[in-house]
């Protein structure tokens, strides 16, 4: 998706949401539930064929960048078609579950993941978690090169090394995580230091890590499981990832997460489809499926073999369930710099 698209969808949203203002699982029963699914295709269709095996509800499924989804939500309000909406990450689940939009969902679901992967309004429930990292090309660095934090990618040793993905959610996310924890001047400063160090960007996470393993540039911020995604169809890549210093804001953990639309007819098997998610085989797949290297939540599902434990990840101390009021400052700012447009 094109930079102009990505603020355009974010335009949207925030300016809808200025304008608009637990069930017990069913038994298998034929019926079709709408899924609205920020997870990209690829990854998560296996995951959607397979609850249709295991309970013969089928499932129409509208995928899309979770911030179009958003949008769509608060638009259609109380005459969505959706039942679920299954997002990249949790700033888009709490600005529509701000609106009322979302369903509060029963604790024995989100007792299943650690508390800082849902809120106390169970409006959403994080279904696996990332990191962000610095991915690095092994050919041309070592892991003693690499900077000890996120602010020191301003160094002058890294012009036009470096590369970033300003659309993506996820990079949003952290950089609204920033702007909360460390103030808005300070994260501009940082963005005309990467600018003025001949910052690349590129249109996703993928990208990135394609790049730096070309040798195009030689580090990039990306999500952690980016790096299993490039290396399952192009092995031998010579990438790696990277986390900073404990506390770092590069280290922010983020999650995918889902909400039952609060309109839908069928609360019952949207209920079925969010624990599904939240079900051993489903946290597998996401855990260990063909180059998926996500964070598994629940407990007595290992994580990928080769990846910290998500406990010593020591990043920013930082609530999920603020980022629905941090991504608006977030892509203003982007916005101000020119790096979206």
Same mark, same amino acid.
């Given at each position: 998706?094109?930079?102009?698209?990505?603020?355009?969808?974010?335009?949207?949203?925030?300016?809808?949401?200025?304008?608009?203002?637990?069930?017990?699982?069913?038994?298998?029963?034929?019926?079709?539930?709408?899924?609205?699914?920020?997870?990209?295709?690829?990854?998560?269709?296996?995951?959607?064929?397979?609850?249709?095996?295991?309970?013969?509800?089928?499932?129409? %499924? !509208?995928?899309? /960048?979770?911030?179009?989804?958003?949008?769509?939500? &608060?638009?259609? #309000?109380?005459?969505?078609?959706?039942? @679920?909406?299954?997002?990249?990450?949790?700033?888009?689940?709490?600005?529509?579950?701000?609106?009322?939009?979302?369903?509060?969902?029963?604790?024995?679901?989100?007792?299943?993941?650690?508390?800082?992967?849902?809120?106390?309004?169970?409006?959403?429930?994080?279904?696996?978690?990332?990191?962000?990292?610095?991915?690095?090309?092994?050919?041309?660095?070592?892991?003693?090169?690499?900077?000890?934090?996120?602010?020191?990618?301003?160094?002058?040793?890294?012009?036009?090394?470096?590369?970033?993905?300003?659309?993506?959610?996820?990079?949003?996310?952290?950089?609204?995580?920033?702007?909360?924890?460390?103030?808005?001047?300070?994260?501009?400063?940082?963005?005309?230091?990467?600018?003025?160090?001949? %910052? !690349?960007?590129? /249109?996703?996470?993928?990208?990135?890590?394609?790049? &730096?393993?070309? #040798?195009?540039?030689?580090?990039?911020? @990306?999500?952690?499981?980016?790096?299993?995604?490039?290396?399952?169809?192009?092995?031998?890549?010579?990438?790696?990832?990277?986390?900073?210093?404990?506390?770092?804001?590069?280290?922010?953990?983020?999650?995918?997460?889902?909400?039952?639309?609060?309109?839908?007819?069928?609360?019952?098997?949207?209920?079925?489809?969010?624990?599904?998610?939240?079900?051993?085989?489903?946290?597998?797949?996401?855990?260990?499926?063909?180059?998926?290297?996500?964070?598994?939540?629940?407990?007595?599902?290992?994580?990928?073999?080769?990846?910290?434990?998500?406990?010593?990840?020591?990043?920013?101390?930082?609530?999920?369930?603020?980022?629905?009021?941090?991504?608006?400052?977030?892509?203003?700012?982007?916005?101000?710099?020119?790096?979206?447009?």
């Amino acid at each position: 998706m094109t930079k102009r698209i990505t603020a355009v969808l974010f335009a949207a949203l925030l300016g809808a949401l200025a304008l608009v203002s637990g069930a017990t699982p069913a038994p298998t029963q034929s019926t079709t539930l709408t899924i609205y699914s920020g997870r990209d295709e690829r990854l998560v269709k296996p995951i959607m064929d397979r609850f249709t095996r295991e309970t013969g509800i089928q499932l129409n %499924v !509208r995928y899309a /960048p979770s911030a179009a989804l958003a949008t769509a939500l &608060v638009e259609e #309000g109380r005459n969505s078609p959706a039942d @679920v909406f299954w997002s990249q990450e949790p700033g888009t689940l709490g600005l529509v579950a701000a609106r009322g939009l979302l369903a509060r969902l029963p604790q024995a679901t989100v007792g299943k993941v650690p508390p800082r992967f849902s809120t106390r309004s169970r409006r959403w429930v994080g279904t696996s978690a990332r990191s962000r990292v610095l991915v690095y090309n092994t050919r041309e660095l070592t892991a003693s090169q690499l900077p000890t934090s996120v602010w020191n990618l301003v160094d002058p040793r890294w012009k036009g090394k470096i590369g970033i993905a300003p659309t993506n959610a996820s990079f949003q996310a952290f950089l609204g995580a920033t702007i909360h924890l460390y103030g808005e001047e300070r994260v501009r400063s940082w963005l005309r230091g990467l600018e003025a160090n001949d %910052v !690349r960007l590129y /249109p996703n996470n993928t990208s990135i890590v394609q790049a &730096v393993g070309r #040798g195009d540039v030689l580090v990039g911020l @990306v999500n952690h499981y980016y790096l299993y995604n490039v290396l399952a169809d192009t092995p031998g890549l010579p990438v790696r990832n990277h986390w900073f210093r404990d506390g770092d804001p590069g280290n922010l953990v983020l999650a995918a997460g889902a909400g039952i639309v609060a309109s839908t007819t069928k609360p019952a098997q949207a209920q079925r489809f969010v624990d599904f998610l939240l079900s051993k085989w489903a946290q597998r797949f996401i855990a260990r499926g063909p180059g998926a290297a996500e964070y598994p939540l629940i407990k007595g599902v290992p994580r990928r073999p080769g990846l910290p434990a998500l406990a010593d990840i020591k990043g920013p101390k930082y609530p999920l369930g603020r980022l629905a009021a941090d991504i608006g400052p977030a892509v203003r700012l982007l916005l101000e710099e020119g790096l979206i447009k």
